[in-house]
Nanobody, 126 residues
Framework: QLQLVESGGGLVQPGGSLRLSCAASGFTLDSYHIGWFRQAPGKEREGVSCISSRGVRTSHADSVKGRFTISRDNAKNTVYLQMNSLKAEDTAVYYC???????????????????WGQGTPVTVSS
């Protein structure tokens, strides 16, 4: 079956780093734009970062800009999210999903997605 699998989450202290991976199973990622989302306890899901199908264009939410970097290796059928300078407010379950790309705005449509993974939890705490 077609699915995305997230991995790399865990417990990290404030200021630490994690690298999340989003791997495709049953299909190739090179035709898809991919977004990273997160959902904290008691809060709605929010868009974090996205990357175009070829990795040429990337974007990040203001809350993570300068700290998170999205990248991809289509040969490995994987998208990554490098998370540096982590803060307590980054604590959430992180998901990846295929998203549409809005050419006029030169960014991903983060209001909806498909081929969702089950998420990987990230906890930032001392």
């Amino acid at each position: 079956q077609l699915q995305l699998v997230e991995s790399g989450g865990g417990l990290v202290q404030p200021g630490g780093s994690l690298r999340l991976s989003c791997a495709a199973s049953g299909f190739t990622l090179d035709s898809y734009h991919i977004g990273w989302f997160r959902q904290a306890p008691g809060k709605e899901r929010e868009g974090v970062s996205c990357i175009s199908s070829r990795g040429v264009r990337t974007s990040h939410a203001d809350s993570v800009k300068g700290r998170f970097t999205i990248s991809r290796d289509n040969a490995k059928n994987t998208v990554y999210l490098q998370m540096n300078s982590l803060k307590a407010e980054d604590t959430a379950v992180y998901y990846c999903a295929a998203v549409a790309y809005v050419a006029v705005q030169n960014t991903c449509d983060m209001t909806r997605g498909f081929y969702w993974g089950q998420g990987t939890p990230v906890t930032v705490s001392s």
